[in-house]
């Protein structure tokens, strides 16, 4: 598996956890209120998405799982050019991921065409019902208001210029269920519920492959309508107009169905139903003690994601084979000891060895060695054509002399990689570091990434 195979797959892995416990923390912290829960489950969605952009860094291997630590290093790009062939697995999958993406965009365009399309053949609500006004007065926002045979529910669209589009048989309701309608409609036109809902469908085509991410985004379309139900409620304080008017709108919809975006569905219906017939508010105390509760459980099970299948070159990879490890001579027992003596003590301190044959860390009075030649990494031919991609760690010691010694790998994404990058940094060749003045063995971290274009 590639890095950036193993990357999406503990991408995937992890926002699929992080969104699982989404969908299932709210109920088990006992948080009813659907304000709270839309917010928690939107924080979720975000933060699924930003996962690839807050990961812990990655220590490097070594003894004991210490950083390889020193004052010279180097990083050097190897990218050559592919060639044609039977694509990898890397790509079919970017492939795939990509066309599914481009799928929902498009789905997503197309939905947008035929909303502007609509709200076009659509013509204006005229004479305005006095309870369409009073819903105006009550809930402080305003709209254009539109009629079309076309829809069988109402449905705000548009958030610069928004637009309220009312079914033909909205006037067939009592003068308290349109001022209900009217309301939901129009704090949907408030809130800015159109906008939240485009960038929401934007995170659905990105998440598309993620069944987590789909039962989240339903669980936020239910939650929003709930919050916006108990507003309406609040608001003109009559339960039992609006829940006439749900039913009646139900049935004009079954009579006559149509292709928009609906003002319910039928499964959300039900459940909006039960909860206004059983709402029983929170108190401030216990919303609190319950969202927070949430959010605390959330960032734990983020935590424990990113702990289990972390990001990395060879994450997720079984078959990976493990890193050459530093700890493997005697001589790095002495790293740990004072500092000025030791590998990751003050600089231009003993970094090993004892006696005469001491290598130090370039810094304070040791100066670094300059190149004189650098010998290229070749790509390895089977690496390119399996489409293999890493980097290689190599911990070297310059000697007097300015001759690069001691190489070794402490770090690899794939063993095919390593002897490449081992050859080509042993030809490589200094005018050597010197304290005060005399040539001196320092230590030289080379990481050599491998990166096809």
């Given at each position: 598996m590639t890095p950036l195979l193993a990357d999406l797959a503990s991408w995937w892995l992890q926002s699929g956890l992080l969104l699982g416990a989404a969908l299932l923390v709210p109920a088990a912290v006992r948080l009813r209120d659907p304000a709270a829960r839309l917010r928690i489950a939107q924080a979720a969605l975000l933060a699924a998405l930003a996962l690839p952009f807050v990961q812990p860094p990655r220590p490097a291997d070594g003894a004991g799982g210490a950083s390889i630590r020193t004052a010279f290093s180097l990083v050097v790009p190897v990218e050559p050019g592919t060639t044609a062939g039977a694509p990898s697995l890397e790509t079919a999958v970017l492939a795939a991921l990509s066309a599914g993406a481009l799928l929902r965009l498009g789905w997503l365009g197309a939905g947008l065409l035929s909303l502007r399309a609509l709200r076009r053949r659509a013509r204006p609500l005229a004479p305005v019902p006095a309870s369409v006004v009073s819903a105006e007065e009550r809930t402080g926002a305003c709209a254009e208001l539109l009629v079309s045979s076309e829809v069988a529910s109402p449905v705000a669209i548009g958030w610069r210029r928004p637009a309220v589009i009312l079914p033909e048989r909205f006037a067939a309701l009592g003068a308290s269920e349109q001022e209900a309608v009217a309301c939901h409609e129009l704090l949907h036109v408030k809130r800015r519920d159109s906008r939240a809902v485009l960038l929401e469908e934007l995170a659905r085509a990105l998440l598309w492959s993620q069944p987590a991410a789909w039962g989240l985004l339903s669980g936020i379309s239910l939650a929003r309508e709930q919050a916006i139900d108990g507003d309406v409620v609040r608001s003109t304080g009559d339960r039992r107009s609006y829940l006439r008017a749900l039913a009646r709108l139900a049935a004009f919809a079954q009579e006559a169905p149509s292709g928009a975006l609906p003002f319910h569905t039928r499964s959300h219906l039900l459940r909006r139903v039960a909860h206004l017939a059983k709402e029983v508010p929170m108190s401030r105390s216990s919303l609190v003690l319950a969202t927070t509760a949430a959010a605390a459980l959330l960032l734990l099970v983020g935590a424990a994601g990113a702990a289990v299948v972390p990001f990395g070159s060879s994450a997720g990879d079984p078959g990976a084979e493990p890193a050459a490890s530093s700890a493997a001579s005697p001589s790095d027992a002495v790293r740990e000891g004072v500092a000025g003596g030791v590998w990751g003590g003050a600089a231009g301190g003993v970094a090993e060895g004892t006696g005469d044959d001491v290598i130090l860390k370039v810094g304070g009075d040791v100066k670094e060695p300059v190149e004189i030649q650098r010998v290229q990494p070749t790509?390895?031919?089977?690496?390119?054509?399996?489409?293999?991609?890493?980097?290689?760690?190599?911990?070297?010691?310059?000697?007097?002399?300015?001759?690069?010694?001691?190489?070794?790998?402490?770090?690899?994404?794939?063993?095919?990689?390593?002897?490449?990058?081992?050859?080509?940094?042993?030809?490589?060749?200094y005018k050597p570091a010197t304290k005060k003045g005399k040539p001196v063995k320092v230590f030289l971290t080379v990481t050599v990434s491998f990166k096809l274009s």
């Open positions: 790509y390895p031919e089977e690496a390119r054509k399996n489409r293999v991609q890493g980097r290689v760690v190599v911990r070297a010691v310059i000697d007097e002399k300015g001759v690069v010694t001691k190489v070794e790998a402490v770090e690899s994404s794939d063993p095919m990689l390593t002897e490449s990058a081992l050859d080509a940094v042993k030809k490589w060749t």
